[in-house]
């Protein structure tokens, strides 16, 4: 007789968090002994080149709560997500980073909404500790950003610390587009949805796994995840120029019969002309090359994480 599904699932991506990963694990079964139900704890190790895979073999010998899904290399953050959602047995699924920036305390905050009826319930930084000026303003940016230039309307100043019912489960592993923002898809799937404020702590040991150019790729996986917008700006741009074009035409015939002055003669003003109109042309053709390469990932069809351990994932009712 096969075991009944656990009613919570929390799952926590983990790269190079030796240092962390105890306390976490700490501080989060505290949390679990105070909650109303039984909990699986999904440990996704994502290709992690220091001691957290063994540290993690420990708190399962330990504990039978604890899962651990072990990649055969580094896949990324959101994938790491999308494994743990995959395994997720739970009626209540949470995603939370290891780090402990994500404080575990909040969970019950979180499945207090769930019980008044929500069913993705979002939490929502009113403050982020430990973070550089430049850290701060980049991501304040990005958020007001992808909401201007998103087709979803995507919460400010949210990450993926998040709980998600078992139905938004169902939806979002029918997703499998290798590219992901997956804070962009749980508020693409829909249902009812609702946050709640907490302040973001600092890294409790080690340094960010997050640095620019990890930043920079998980911005472009956003906006070309769900916007359009970079590609009509070719086009907007594209017929603005033309028309700016158009209407210098008799400027410069004006000025030519009436004052004899060469408006745009020389050399000069043509090699400034010819490398503004390449510049803007390359520019263009990076960000269609940006939505094509991504059309060539989704044909190659290949998975989007390997496994080299995990626990079996027994068939349920609801599977897709």
Same mark, same amino acid.
């Given at each position: 007789?096969? &075991?009944?599904?656990?009613?919570?699932?929390?799952?926590?991506?983990?790269?190079?968090?030796?240092?962390?990963?105890? &306390? +976490?694990?700490?501080?989060?079964?505290?949390?679990?002994?105070?909650?109303?139900?039984? #909990? &699986?704890?999904?440990?996704? +190790?994502?290709?992690?080149?220091?001691?957290?895979?063994?540290?993690?073999? *420990?708190?399962?010998?330990?504990?039978?709560?604890?899962?651990? !899904?072990?990649?055969?290399?580094?896949? @990324?953050?959101?994938?790491?997500?999308?494994?743990?959602?995959?395994?997720?047995?739970?009626?209540?699924? /949470?995603?939370?980073?290891?780090?402990? $920036?994500?404080?575990?305390? #909040? !969970?019950?905050?979180?499945?207090?909404?769930? %019980? &008044?009826?929500? $069913?993705?319930?979002?939490? $929502?930084?009113?403050?982020?500790?430990?973070?550089?000026? +430049?850290?701060?303003?980049?991501?304040?940016?990005?958020?007001?950003?992808?909401? %201007?230039?998103?087709?979803?309307?995507?919460?400010?100043?949210? @990450?993926?610390?998040?709980?998600?019912?078992?139905?938004?489960?169902? *939806?979002?592993?029918?997703?499998?587009?290798?590219?992901?923002?997956?804070?962009?898809?749980?508020?693409?799937?829909?249902?009812?949805?609702?946050?709640?404020?907490?302040?973001?702590?600092?890294?409790?040991?080690?340094?960010?796994?997050?640095?620019?150019? %990890?930043?920079?790729?998980?911005?472009?996986?956003?906006?070309?995840?769900?916007?359009?917008?970079?590609?009509?700006?070719?086009?907007?741009?594209? +017929?603005?120029?033309?028309?700016?074009?158009?209407?210098?035409?008799?400027? /410069?015939? #004006?000025?030519?019969?009436?004052?004899?002055?060469?408006?745009?003669?020389?050399?000069?003003?043509?090699?400034?002309? #010819?490398?503004?109109?390449?510049?803007? $042309?390359?520019?263009?053709?990076?960000? !269609?090359?940006?939505?094509?390469?991504?059309?060539?990932?989704?044909?190659?069809?290949?998975?989007?994480?390997?496994?080299?351990?995990?626990?079996?994932?027994?068939?349920?009712?609801?599977?897709?």
């Amino acid at each position: 007789m096969s &075991e009944p599904r656990p009613r919570y699932s929390i799952v926590a991506p983990v790269f190079n968090e030796e240092e962390t990963l105890p &306390e +976490f694990y700490r501080r989060t079964c505290a949390v679990m002994d105070t909650l109303d139900g039984t #909990v &699986e704890l999904i440990l996704v +190790f994502d290709g992690s080149r220091d001691r957290s895979p063994e540290i993690g073999d *420990a708190l399962r010998a330990q504990d039978p709560r604890v899962k651990l !899904i072990k990649f055969s290399r580094n896949f @990324g953050h959101q994938i790491a997500i999308t494994a743990g959602i995959d395994y997720a047995e739970g009626d209540a699924v /949470v995603i939370i980073d290891s780090d402990l $920036q994500d404080p575990p305390e #909040v !969970i019950p905050q979180l499945i207090e909404k769930w %019980k &008044e009826g929500y $069913q993705v319930v979002y939490a $929502q930084r009113i403050s982020r500790a430990g973070e550089t000026a +430049f850290k701060l303003l980049t991501a304040s940016l990005f958020y007001r950003l992808i909401q %201007k230039l998103a087709s979803i309307d995507i919460p400010r100043d949210t @990450g993926d610390f998040r709980l998600i019912d078992r139905r938004v489960v169902l *939806a979002l592993r029918r997703m499998r587009e290798h590219h992901r923002f997956m804070r962009g898809l749980s508020v693409w799937v829909g249902f009812r949805q609702t946050g709640i404020p907490y302040r973001r702590a600092e890294r409790y040991a080690g340094r960010t796994q997050y640095p620019l150019r %990890k930043m920079v790729k998980f911005a472009a996986d956003a906006i070309t995840g769900f916007s359009y917008v970079p590609l009509q700006l070719a086009t907007t741009i594209g +017929f603005a120029v033309s028309l700016l074009a158009l209407l210098c035409i008799p400027v /410069v015939i #004006v000025l030519r019969l009436a004052l004899g002055y060469d408006f745009l003669g020389g050399q000069a003003s043509t090699l400034i002309a #010819v490398l503004f109109m390449g510049g803007v $042309q390359l520019i263009f053709l990076g960000v !269609i090359g940006e939505y094509l390469g991504r059309i060539y990932d989704e044909v190659k069809q290949r998975p989007l994480y390997i496994v080299a351990e995990a626990p079996p994932k027994p068939p349920t009712p609801d599977e897709p």
